[in-house]
């Protein structure tokens, strides 16, 4: 029997007006959106992916708002590609009726972004879909990851660290 759906809204951004970097996911996992954090599964690679790629940790910020702060000290931003959808469990394979934030008035509050990376296919596949104009944007530069989930456990830490180390 299939699970319920349940309708997910995603989180606000983590940017300020120093960010030249954009890293997108695409809904935050059902752990995330009940921590309320970004890439709050246990499993997931993405915070101590980027501790050893921005400042050579081995291990991430223990708490959530030094976690984000040392992205920001990057000039990193932090968000979703899509803003609204149902979904039942955290596979983005299971993602039905999405709807995508807003790039376009985002990037005009925040100019200095030029590079946007995508955490994983479906981050990707759904500002595609919905940003057709901005990837023909001068200036705006793409990188395609592949995704940092505990789904994606082929990609050991060492090998995510080489994929993503050539965005940053």
Known sequence: MDKPSSHCIGFTPS???????????????????????????????FWPL?????????????SYEERLAMLLRHHIALWDSIGTCDRAGSLDSDIKNEQ?????????????????CF???????CFKKYNKALLERPGLHFHKMPSTSPANARWKLEMLEKEWGKAF
């Open 119 to 125: 955490n994983g296919g479906k981050s990707f596949q």
């Open 100 to 116: 995508g934030n807003d790039f376009a008035a985002l990037l005009e509050r925040y100019p200095g972004i030029h590079t946007i």
């Open 15 to 45: 940017i300020d007006k120093d960010c030249t970097h954009l890293i997108l996911g695409s809904m935050p996992s059902v752990a995330s959106l009940a921590a309320q954090q970004y890439y709050a599964h246990p499993q997931n690679r």
């Open 50 to 62: 980027m501790a050893r790629i921005l400042e050579n940790l081995s291990a991430p910020p223990s």
